[in-house]
Structures are given as C-alpha cells and as structure tokens.
T-cell receptor
Framework: DVKVTQSSRYLVKRTGEKVFLECVQD?????MFWYRQDPGLGLRLIYF???????EKGDIPEGYSVSREKKERFSLILESASTNQTSMYLC??????????FGPGTRLTVT | AQSVSQHNHHVILSEAASLELGCNYS??????LFWYVQYPGQHLQLLLK??????LVKGIKGFEAEFIKSKFSFNLRKPSVQWSDTAEYFC??????????????FGKGTKLSVKP
C-alpha cells in the first residue's frame, strides 16, 4: 500500500511566523502535490513537483513556497503565515499512472 | 481550462435511499475520471476511476459511476446508502499523463449526510 504521511495533524501558529509542513511518501513516486482544502471550495492545487529539486506553481501559489531536496519528501513553506492561510493542507503523491494518493492532512490555524 | 462541477453542495438522505451525485466536466478530449471520498476525520481515498472501456465502473463499498461522454458527465450512484456512507465526495478529472496534464482538477465536493 502506498503511504503518504504528513508531519502534523494539527498545527497552531501566529501571524507572521514561518511555517513548515512536511510530507513523506514511501512508494518512490516521482510526482508530489500540495493542496489546500476549504469548505465549499474543494481542493485547490498550491504547488507540485515532478522530480527532485523541480517545482511548478499550481492555481494558488501566492504566499507559499516548496522544497523537494529528496524524492520522498516534499515540504510546503509559509514564509509569513497569515490568518487567510488557516486551512486544511493535503499532500499527495503520484506514480507512473494518474491516480493520486493522499496523506491525512494538516489542519493549520493561524491566529 | 478544465473545470469540474458538482451539482449539490449538501445531500441529506435516509438509510436505504438511493444516491446519485452529479459531476460534469469541461474538456473535449480524452479524460480520466475519478471519485474520491473523505470520511469524517480520515484522509481522501479513491472510490472509483474511469480510464477507458466499459463506461459503467464499479468501485468500493457498492458505489458505481457512469461515464456519459455526450453529456460530459460522470455521476456517482449507490442503490441503498448506509449511515457509514456519510462523507464528503469529490469528483476529479485529468486530461493526460505527462507534465501538468497529469494533474487532477477537483470539483468543490458534495457532503452526504445519511440519517439512521
């Protein structure tokens, strides 16, 4: 079974803090994704990566950056957290096919 | 740009009722279609998928979906829902395999509440 893990289930940060969300997959997948999930808005793609050190902007990259130094790990960075970044963050990975496998999510609250 | 529309934001059913959740997409070429489910407190998981062949696909837990190309639709169905089907359901589409074409476009989700 594919396993995608995220470093925290719940996180509370203050406005202006730098926030790191970590995601690890154990299936040697090339592709990894970060989404945010908000009620009534579904999943929106923030960033994705096709390979180590490669990254592409998704639909809503503003205020975020990412890092992929190792194939199994994809980090989402909020340089200066703001209250409108309070959300559920989902990481996913994809192998040679099309299906994506999701982690459990990190619910981030920025106060 | 591709988009996915889910017609209902929240559906409330009693146990044993039949379910149909609508999903329409906007893309004229070959597509791959998915339904994902998110049970309360759990991660998003694949319910079923359509790549090619028989347009009626069966998934886990008694769910099925029908791809109707002429209507750009991929509706999810279940003949008799259970309380345990209470969850949020997401339709997703992608239009290829390589590069950004391999990415999924998600609908906004439909919350299903099943009353016992």
């Amino acid at each position: 079974d594919v396993k995608v893990t995220q470093s925290s289930r719940y996180l509370v940060k203050r406005t202006g803090e730098k926030v790191f969300l970590e995601c690890v997959q154990d299936m040697d997948h090339e592709n990894m994704f970060w989404y945010r999930q908000d009620p009534g808005l579904g999943l929106r793609l923030i960033y994705f990566s096709y390979d180590v050190k490669m990254k592409e902007k998704g639909d809503i990259p503003e205020g975020y950056s990412v890092s992929r130094e190792k194939k199994e790990r994809f980090s989402l960075i909020l340089e200066s957290a703001s209250t409108n970044q309070t959300s559920m963050y989902l990481c996913a990975s994809r192998g040679p096919g099309v299906e994506q496998y999701f982690g459990p999510g990190t619910r981030l609250t920025v106060t | 740009a591709q988009s996915v529309s889910q017609h209902n934001h929240h559906v409330i059913l009693s146990e044993a009722a039949s379910l149909e959740l609508g999903c329409n997409y906007s893309y004229g070429g070959t597509v791959n279609l998915f339904w994902y489910v998110q049970y309360p407190g759990q991660h998003l998981q694949l319910l079923l998928k359509y790549f090619s062949g028989d347009p009626l696909v069966k998934g886990i837990k008694g769910f099925e979906a029908e791809f109707i190309k002429s209507k750009f639709s991929f509706n999810l169905r279940k003949p008799s829902v259970q309380w345990s089907d209470t969850a949020e359901y997401f339709c997703a589409v992608n239009a290829g395999y390589g590069g950004s074409q391999g990415n999924l476009i998600f609908g906004k989700g439909t919350k299903l509440s099943v009353k016992p």
